[in-house]
């Protein structure tokens, strides 16, 4: 069974220092991944996918995530944080080698930058 | 522009009341799903449909109903069968296999 855990239930980092929201997965096949971000009373924006290709993936807003297979892992990463990027982050997996029409969400990492 | 249209944004309802949840897409996209939003559980599939007038189970779909008599339209029915029904329901469209999931911005419930 498909899995996602995002080990931080919450990530406090100073507007300007880089931020680093973890997530591994678990799958069957090869991962199709995802992050998203929510904002309150929002429903979910996609920020980047990973489907196959370079392991530094760039995104919106100036985030980017690195696939590591070896370690199941897809981290998302900004190297200068804002105060406006406070938000919900969320990490889903696709897994490309099932009937392919469930993605699987993490519970969220919430994200607070401080001025 | 384009998107996906949830309403009402915040619905109440007594207990052993069925009530239905509306999702407009003009996205042109075939799937379409619902999902359930939960404190620290992040989002759970309830029904997902991938053309019109056909439509699967999820992970949490007892209480829930659907239909997908439209592309556009997929609509959720919590009925009174629902345990717990109080929570951010949030629908979502999906162009393709490799495309990310398109979502509303929500319908939030408090059954009481």
């Known amino acids: 069974a498909q899995s996602v855990a995002q080990p931080e239930d919450q990530v406090n980092v100073a507007e300007g220092n880089p931020l680093t929201v973890k997530c591994t997965y678990s799958?069957?096949?090869?991962?199709?991944l995802f992050w998203y971000v929510q904002y309150p009373n929002r429903g979910l924006q996609f920020l980047l996918k990973?489907?196959?290709?370079?392991?530094l993936v760039k995104g919106s807003y100036g985030f980017e995530a690195e696939f590591n297979k070896s370690q199941t892992s897809f981290h998302l990463k900004k190297p200068s944080a804002l105060v406006s990027d406070s938000a919900l982050y969320f990490c889903?997996?696709?897994?490309?080698?099932?009937?392919?029409?469930?993605?699987?969400f993490g519970p969220g990492t919430r994200l607070s930058v401080l001025p | 522009d384009g998107g996906i249209t949830q309403s009402p944004k915040y619905l109440f309802r007594k207990e052993g009341q069925n009530v239905t949840l509306s999702c407009e897409q003009n996205?042109?996209?075939?799937?379409m799903y619902w999902y359930r939003q939960d404190p620290g559980q992040g989002l759970r599939l309830i029904y997902y449909s991938q053309i019109v007038n056909d439509f699967q189970k999820g992970d949490i779909a007892e209480g829930y109903s659907v239909s997908r008599e439209k592309k556009e339209s997929f609509p959720l029915t919590v009925t009174s069968a629902q345990k717990n029904p109080t929570a951010f329901y949030l629908c979502a469209s999906r162009l393709s296999a490799n495309s990310p999931l398109h979502f509303g911005n929500g319908t939030r419930l408090t059954v009481t």
């Open positions: 889903a997996v696709r897994d490309i080698g099932s009937y392919g029409q469930n993605f699987v």
């Open positions: 996205l042109n996209h075939d799937a």
């Open positions: 799958v069957s096949g090869n991962p199709y």
């Open positions: 990973y489907i196959t290709g370079d392991n």
